[in-house]
């Protein structure tokens, strides 16, 4: 990112901030006021009803890690939302509509690893680094699904045919 576009980037973020700091206050005072019966100028109201300002960040650019931490913020959320769900329920309190909309939201998923590999027009990377990054995702997965047809053998359970398949796959080297 060049020095323009950080500078840029900081003065937007400051100008969001001030913006919904400004916006929170005109809230807070619009409740304050009605709370005491006083009349709320219209400049005021008309300021706490306006949207907060979406903050700026770098990762505007859509680039894969930036999807990946946004797919993680998503799911932290989501099981936040479950665990509140259940404690709520253990300790017989109501829970607010809001985060029982949220923890019944499905995970969104994270992106393959493998997305890493590939070059802008969408080709997988051939250089060695990519190549052994290949390969040491594909040995974690092997041995992964080796470990659950061990597991599931121990205690009896199913297990699907393609992860039986994975499982006897022979490692590859990593060059």
């Keep these: 990112m060049s020095a323009g576009k950080e500078r ?3 003065s937007r973020e400051r100008t969001a901030l001030r913006i919904r700091r400004n916006n929170r206050a005109a809230r807070l005072r619009v409740t304050l006021d009605g709370a005491l019966g006083r009349e709320t100028p219209p400049a005021v109201v008309q300021l706490s009803q306006m949207p907060l300002p979406l903050l700026p960040s770098a990762g505007d650019e859509r680039s894969p890690a ?4 946004t797919a993680l913020r998503i799911r932290h959320g989501i099981r936040m939302a479950q ?3 259940a404690l709520d329920e253990v300790r017989g309190r109501e829970t607010p509509p809001a985060v029982v909309q949220l923890s019944q939201l499905p995970m969104p998923p994270l992106p393959s690893p493998l997305d890493a590999l590939k070059s802008p027009d969408g080709k997988l990377r051939r250089d060695p680094a990519s190549r052994r ?3 040491l995702y594909l040995r ?3 041995r992964a699904a080796q470990l659950r ?3 599931d053998e121990k205690r009896g359970r199913p297990t699907p045919e393609v992860v039986k398949r994975l499982a006897r796959l022979k490692l590859p080297p990593l060059a």
């Design 133 to 135: 990054e290949a390969a």
């Design 149 to 151: 047809v061990a597991l």
């Design 83 to 85: 665990l509140r769900v």
């Design 140 to 142: 974690r997965s092997i």
């Design 8 to 10: 840029s980037l900081a």
């Design 66 to 69: 930036s999807r990946e931490q």
